[in-house]
């Protein structure tokens, strides 16, 4: 059996994108900024695709910014607005301590430059009070930029109250949507979003595309120059294969969310309840308030690292937190920041579902993390003291 448990990383490329992306590779390849028919063509295919993702989100077109990918666009977002606020004598930023690092390395860069940062905490259960963000906003503050929905414990913020506070406060608000587009509904109206960062790759189109929206009135400034592509605001020949791709699968994504959304829901649901049964083992965030396909757990004893290649020989692809940093020793910032201590954080185990994961499947996981954890403990010397009581069990 083979089964992919690692969407949060990345995504299948689903065949609905493939068929969009081929004819821009063989027919419609012009380059969109070229008078001639054959750019001109490219161009009709750039600007359907820019209505295709702006319904979506229920934004207008010209707020779509294509880039190439979450990273780039959490980049552009949050520059912008350091540098509109700057302008205006405001150098105070608001985010959380589990951002993606497309986020939190922006914002070192920007406190190095003299901004002012401050980063709510997501307490235990992987959430932002709103009462917390009102208390943190002060007359300095130019930006607040909280994910909608966190890339490794899958807690979904409620947004739409963040949002109101920084409208209620004349405070720009941009969220790193990249775990959440195409996945739960969005509206960036109704959830008062100023500026929101999206990647095509999260929800099976392709590597190297993105969004971002951008609100009407809201300064968006150069990250890249170069010409005058996406209305003078990202410079390069658009990626006319990549951008295609990406709204196909986000208008199939939309299509199918209700569907998709239940059956991960019970797939999720089953999994949290049986690896709760597990010793010693504790979800990570709040167990409902999550994204539709995510599972993360701790399990006390054992390494993610030698749980994650055992899983692989049975055939489960998973992970223990984000793909930007894999190759770390140390433990997820994001467990550190809801309150995990180091040893525990190191044994974690992230489970991102795909739409079409059976029940079978699911038990397979079951089974099989089950077994492996089992098999580590028993030659783990920390689980040997534990079970001797040299020591104290952290996690219940």
Request: hydrophobic content about 40%.
């Amino acid at each position: 059996m083979n089964i992919y448990a690692d969407n949060a990383a990345t995504t299948s490329v689903s065949r609905t994108a493939l068929e969009a992306m081929m004819p821009c590779f063989k027919e419609m390849y012009g380059n969109p900024s070229s008078l001639y028919g054959l750019g001109q063509k490219a161009k009709e295919i750039v600007e359907a695709a820019r209505e295709d993702v702006a319904a979506v989100i229920h934004a207008a077109p010209r707020e779509i910014t294509f880039t190439s990918g979450g990273s780039e666009a959490d980049n552009q977002a949050i520059r912008s607005a350091a540098a509109a606020g700057k302008k205006e004598g405001k150098m105070h930023i608001i985010s959380t301590a589990f951002e993606h690092h497309a986020v939190l390395h922006t914002l070192n860069k920007l406190e190095q430059e003299g901004y002012d940062i401050t980063l709510l905490d997501v307490h235990e259960d992987g959430l932002v009070r709103p009462e917390e963000l009102e208390e943190a906003i002060c007359q300095d503050t130019a930006l607040v930029t909280i994910m909608y929905a966190n890339n490794e414990i899958g807690t979904i913020q409620p947004i739409r109250k963040l949002g109101e506070i920084c409208r209620k406060h004349g405070v720009t608000f941009h969220t790193d949507a990249v775990q959440a587009v195409g996945h739960v509904p969005i509206d960036v109206e109704k959830d008062n979003i100023d500026m929101l960062s999206a990647s095509a790759h999260k929800f099976h189109g392709p590597k190297g595309t993105g969004f971002l929206y951008v609100r009407k009135g809201v300064r968006l400034y150069n990250l890249i120059e170069g010409g005058a592509q996406e209305r003078g605001k990202r410079a390069g020949t658009e990626n006319v294969a990549g951008i295609a791709g990406m709204a196909a699968a986000l208008k199939e994504a939309a299509r199918d969310m209700e569907v998709n959304r239940d059956r991960l829901i019970r797939q999720r649901d089953l999994l949290i309840r049986e690896l709760g049964k597990i010793p010693h083992s504790a979800i990570n965030g709040d167990p409902v308030n999550r994204l539709p396909g995510n599972v993360n757990f701790c399990f006390e004893g054992i390494e993610g690292e030698s749980l994650l290649l055992l899983l692989d020989d049975r055939g489960i692809q998973a992970s223990s937190g984000s793909a930007c940093t894999s190759g770390s020793l140390d433990p997820s910032h994001v467990l550190l920041a809801i309150g995990r201590v180091h040893d525990v954080a190191h044994g974690s185990l992230r489970l991102s579902l795909g739409e079409n994961i059976t029940e079978e499947e699911t038990w397979y996981i079951v089974r099989s993390v089950k077994e492996v954890v089992e098999y580590l403990r028993s030659f783990s010397p920390i689980w040997r003291d534990l079970m001797a009581g040299k020591g104290e069990f952290i996690l219940p």
